[in-house]
């Protein structure tokens, strides 16, 4: 099956720094791509969507400039936390959506953000 | 309140037994359910998907059911292994859009010895 990747698994940054972190899909191209965050023990919350070429998508509630996305290509998204601050540690999730399956939707492996 | 709820919220078994897990959801329409399994501090795995028309789907020892009138479905887990411990969670897709996914909470399954 399509493989979704996510780097790096796992950060611990200063609050104040920025984080970047980084989903592609493998093996197959991806025009939209989701990013979730997921507190312990809780439901994975879509924070946006991702749109090759163009601007990101946001929830309600999800602060644009804190988090910022950007799908420069169909196989590559990134999430960069900006001014990361202890709340904003969380485990992120990404996920792409293989138009050749129908409408099968590939998750990475997440990335576990600490700000200490 | 959520539109997915998933029950139990956490279930031990013995290694070998069977077990049931239940999602009851008030999402309409829907376009699709699926199963995902979740280890702890990694991503969900597709387990299975189904469409508002199908009842049943297996894969492996894991099968879904779906009763679209009542609007509930079922995982059944066969034989259960250690490996099955995780989180279990039941997503509902709105037709249109990949995007509009409704999460479940989850259930939380441990199997032990």
């Known amino acids: 099956g399509a493989v979704v990747s996510q780097h790096p698994s796992w950060v611990i940054c200063k609050s104040g720094t920025s984080v970047k972190i980084e989903c592609r899909s493998l093996d197959f191209q991806a025009t939209t791509m989701f990013w979730y965050r997921q507190f312990p023990k809780q439901s994975l919350m879509l924070m946006a969507t991702?749109?090759?070429?163009?601007?990101?998508?946001?929830e309600q509630g999800v602060e644009k400039d804190k988090f910022l996305i950007n799908h420069a290509s169909l196989t590559l998204s990134t999430l960069t936390v900006t001014s990361a601050h202890p709340e904003d540690s969380s485990f992120y999730i990404c996920?792409?959506?293989?138009?050749?399956?129908?409408?099968?939707?590939?998750f990475g492996e997440g990335s576990r953000l600490t700000v200490l | 309140k959520n539109q997915v709820e998933q029950s139990p919220q956490s279930l031990i078994i013995l290694e070998g037994k069977n077990c049931t897990l239940q999602c009851n959801y008030t999402v309409s329409p829907f376009s699709n359910l699926r199963w995902y399994k979740q280890d702890t501090g990694r991503g969900p795995v597709s387990l299975t998907i189904m469409t508002f028309s199908e009842n049943t789907k297996s894969n492996g020892r894991y099968t879904a059911t779906l009763d679209a009138d009542t609007k509930q479905s079922s995982l059944h887990i066969t034989a259960s292994q250690l490996s099955d411990s995780a989180s279990y969670i039941c997503?509902?897709?709105?037709?249109?859009?990949?995007?509009?996914?409704?999460f479940g909470t989850g259930t939380r399954l441990q199997v032990t010895l």
């Open positions: 991702s749109n090759e070429g163009s601007k990101a998508t946001y």
């Open positions: 997503v509902v897709s709105v037709p249109g859009t990949a995007s509009k996914l409704t």
């Open positions: 996920s792409a959506r293989d138009l050749t399956y129908t409408g099968e939707l590939f």
